[in-house]
């Protein structure tokens, strides 16, 4: 390995600057904004803990924790199951491998806004075809447009559809990747189907398992555009999740600070979160190696 | 070992099930364009039908804009696709050849950073554009766009140079290369197709992104997804037809692109998360 010159520190410099510029001064920024009252065209003023304070007395505030908790741990426990159980199947060799996968692959191409008209359309209450047939077996309607939960089961539906490629790669490619000699072994040895996954593929697969969740919990912290083009968090505000609480917070109220505010909680809890399976991940990554 | 019979239906059904849930979607609102407006409210979906080419003419004649956003979307697509791949295969190349304490502390920041939610920053940058003036134009969007993959994109060239030996960068500056020649004769070639797994990423990403583009475009740099979903939220009565015409041509650029690529895509996604 060589040491580094300032070349080398030039060829770091435009990642660096776009990240400083945009992401790292913007949330200081942010940062400062959270202890301030400030509106458009107004001054900002410095109010201490006032806006942290605010959010902590606003159900508004703690519903839209509740509902992105519930949601993400659905979507990315949900995008898991499906992924494990549907790797498990095509280890074992599927006829036309290649056309399957483009299959599975084609919702990571399609944007947020398109999925949202997809699914709307077959659950449209009079036009839909998956609402009608569920009518027609005589089930409850699926009232996702006034039922807060059936919003909120609709919208972890439409992410996981988005989502499921991302996790179902990972976790396929980790499993191809642990070695048939070990099946085999296990096979002479007596061992059945579910000790053979529980000794064999879950411990090959868990380094990737847990680089794939992490990921995919911090994406999806950030939900907004599902929930915006389908609900805009109504009913009477019971399905917003935090980004779009904030959204509304600093741009539909106007209340920058508190919108700051709800920006740096949100922060926070990424790091949290992600602290919590880097710990995990070097633990587990240190025993798979030994 | 021979399988019994019901063990391999079992294993077409799940196929069956996870092309009908991934794909089913997808090939309705296609064939739903073609459809003429009665037969989509039809119930069962019709299958047969007279494709017609109606919704595409509404399209072009009442909602000339749309094309005008689809080009918005591929032009900063791409100026965001080559920004992040040029960022990414530089600091990619620093990352996996030098070491010292700087290069640790850039690459620690740069994932760190990552975790930060977009919401949080159209705060402070929203009227930070509208006071530079630079609001509503591509350049906004092309770099908010790219520094949100840049990252990602560097840790992902990381791993593909990481897998170029060192030998031939020593036998390169040997034989008199500069830094510059190794990275653009030597590093770029053999790490292409980590480029690429990194130009899918952002591309896909650009082009379908919606938060962004709804928050810093009005007019001139609005993308294609804004417009979808204006015609969504329409206050007269959502035209479905309209509707899935301006979705199909939205997604099936992407979704070939996506195809085409997918075995740089399938690799990236492993290249950042097995070896990583």
């Known amino acids: 390995m ?11 410099a435009p990642a660096q600057l776009l990240l400083v510029a945009f992401i790292a001064i913007p949330s200081v920024y942010v940062f400062w904004l959270s202890f301030t009252e400030s509106s458009y065209g107004k001054e900002a003023v410095f109010v201490g803990l006032a806006n942290y304070a605010g959010i902590w007395e606003d159900d508004a505030f703690w519903r839209a924790l509740r509902n992105t908790l519930l949601v993400i741990n659905v979507i990315v426990y949900g995008e898991l199951l499906l992924s494990l159980a549907l790797a498990a199947v095509f280890v074992q060799g599927i006829p036309f491998r290649g056309l399957v996968l483009a299959i599975i692959l084609m919702p990571y191409a399609i944007s947020e806004v398109v999925a949202v008209v997809m699914w709307k359309y077959m659950l449209d ?37 988005l989502h499921l490629p991302f996790t179902f790669i990972i976790v396929y490619a980790a499993m191809l990747a642990v070695p048939k000699e070990l099946y085999e072994a296990a096979k002479i040895d007596g061992a059945n189907g579910w000790q053979r996954f529980r000794h064999i593929t879950v411990p090959g697969i868990l380094g990737a398992v847990l680089v794939a969740l992490i990921f995919r919990y911090i994406l999806s912290f950030r939900l907004f555009s599902e929930v915006w083009l389908l609900t805009a968090g109504g009913p009477a505000r019971q399905t917003e999740v935090l980004a779009v609480y904030l959204y509304k917070q600093a741009f539909t109220y106007a209340n920058f600070g508190m919108g700051a505010a709800t920006g740096w909680i949100m922060v926070v809890i990424s790091g949290l979160v992600a602290a919590v399976y880097v710990v995990l991940l070097q633990r587990k990554g240190f025993r798979r190696d030994a | 070992m021979r399988e019994r019979w019901p063990q391999r239906l079992l294993r077409a059904l799940v196929v069956l099930l996870v092309v009908a849930w991934s794909g089913g979607p997808v090939a309705l609102i296609v064939l739903s364009s073609f459809k003429p407006t009665p037969e989509i409210f039809s119930f069962p979906p019709s299958v047969v039908f ?22 918005n979307s591929a032009i900063i697509a791409v100026l965001a696709t080559l920004l992040t791949v040029a960022a990414s295969v530089l600091a990619g190349y620093v990352y996996s050849r030098y070491r010292g304490t700087a290069i640790a502390a850039s690459a620690l920041f740069m994932v760190a950073i990552r975790l930060l939610p977009p919401i949080v920053i159209i705060l402070p940058l929203f009227p930070a554009t509208s006071l530079l ?10 770099m908010l766009y790219a520094t949100f993959f840049v990252s990602i994109g560097s840790m992902v060239l990381k791993t593909y140079i990481d897998g170029i030996p060192t030998e031939l960068d020593e036998a390169a500056r040997i034989d008199g290369a500069g830094e510059l020649q190794i990275l653009l004769r030597l590093i770029m070639p053999l790490a292409a197709p980590g480029m690429v797994a990194a130009a899918v990423f952002v591309f896909v990403y650009s082009w379908n992104e919606y938060l962004f583009a709804f928050v810093f475009t009005t007019t001139e740099a609005k993308t294609a997804p804004i417009v979808i979903s204006e015609m969504m939220g329409s206050l007269t009565g959502v035209d479905w037809g309209l509707l899935f015409a301006a979705a ?18 399938v690799a990236g996604l492993t290249a950042g998360s097995v070896k990583g």
């Open chain 1, 125 to 161: 209450p009079n036009i839909g075809s998956i609402a009608r047939a569920l009518a027609a077996l005589g089930l409850p309607d699926f009232a996702w447009a006034t039922n807060p939960t059936h919003g909120l089961v609709l919208v972890c539906i439409i992410s996981i559809w």
């Open chain 2, 248 to 265: 199909t041509t939205q997604l099936v650029p992407v979704t070939l692109f996506v195809i085409a690529l997918q075995r740089f895509l």
């Open chain 2, 50 to 71: 007279e494709p017609t080419l109606e919704h595409y003419r509404t399209l072009v004649e009442k909602w000339p804009d749309f094309f005008a956003t689809l080009a």
């Open chain 2, 133 to 142: 003036g630079v609001n509503d134009t591509y350049a906004v969007l092309v």
């Open chain 1, 2 to 12: 060589r040491r580094f010159g300032l070349p080398q520190l030039l060829m770091l």
